[in-house]
Each structure stands twice: as C-alpha cells, then as structure tokens.
C-alpha cells in the first residue's frame, strides 16, 4: 500500500465565543471508501478513502455536550494497492471499518497533513492549538 495522492475538498473553522476553560478533543473519520480509475496504474489498483478530521472545543464546565468552537477539513486520500488489498479494504468498508494493520499509517499521515493547516486556522481564530507545546520559561 503506497499514498499516491491527498486532496483536501473543505476547510472550516468556527469560534462561538470567549471560553475560559474548555477542553479539546481531535478526531478522523473515514466516511467512504471506493475504487478509484488510474490509467497509469498497470499492475495495481488505486483506492479513494475520503475522510473527516476535527478540532473540537467544548466548555469544561458545562455538562452540556454542545461545541463551543470547531475546525473541521474534508478531504481524501488516494492508495496504490494490490487487487488483494483492494478487495480486503472494500470488504471491511462494508461493516464501515478499515483493515485494522493499515490504520496507524493512515492516521499519521491525515495528522501530519492536517494539523498543519488547523493550527494555522486556530491561530487566525485566536483558539489554543490542538498541540500542545511546551512553554519556554525566561531566564532571569
């Protein structure tokens, strides 16, 4: 299995208003997968597995389950696969699942490519990036 290609279709981001304890939860979702037409691609098969990835805020005081601020990306990743793994992906993608030894690549490479742009939405919005860095303390 080889990424031989990501596009991003939909970009959003939100802020409701001033929290000031909030807590932040990030999250994909894959919401298809299908077989994809490469002329170039002789011996193998391509794969479009589109997806969700969100920044969630929410207020840590309130029970309520209502998002206070969100950034959300759509897109999809396109794979290079052997017709064996094609048929294993649509196959688990029947039961809305993906085969579970491909996931972690898959999720670091969504990561990768997303976090990027979220915290630069999250900066223009004025959110706490979804990263935590690490503060540098000033010598005295």
């Known amino acids: ?17 001033e929290l000031k304890r909030y807590t932040i939860n990030t999250d994909i979702t894959f919401n ?6 490469l002329d170039v691609l002789k011996e193998s098969e391509a794969l479009k597995l589109s997806f969700k990835f969100q920044v969630n805020y929410k207020d840590a ?4 389950e209502e998002l206070k601020s969100e950034i959300s990306i759509l897109g999809s990743v396109l794979l290079m696969v052997d017709k064996e793994l094609t ?19 898959l999720y670091n490479f969504i990561l990768k490519k997303c976090s990027v742009r979220a915290l630069q939405l999250e900066e223009d919005l004025n959110l706490q990036p979804h990263i935590p860095f690490p503060q540098i303390k000033g010598k005295n």
């Open 87 to 105: 048929k294993e992906f649509l196959k688990s993608w029947k039961n809305k699942e993906l085969p579970k030894d491909k996931m972690v690549s």
């Open 1 to 17: 299995m080889k990424i031989i290609g990501f596009n991003i279709e939909e970009i959003s981001g939100k802020r409701n208003h």
């Open 61 to 64: 005081e309130s029970k309520s």
């Open 32 to 37: 298809n997968v299908e077989k994809s037409k």
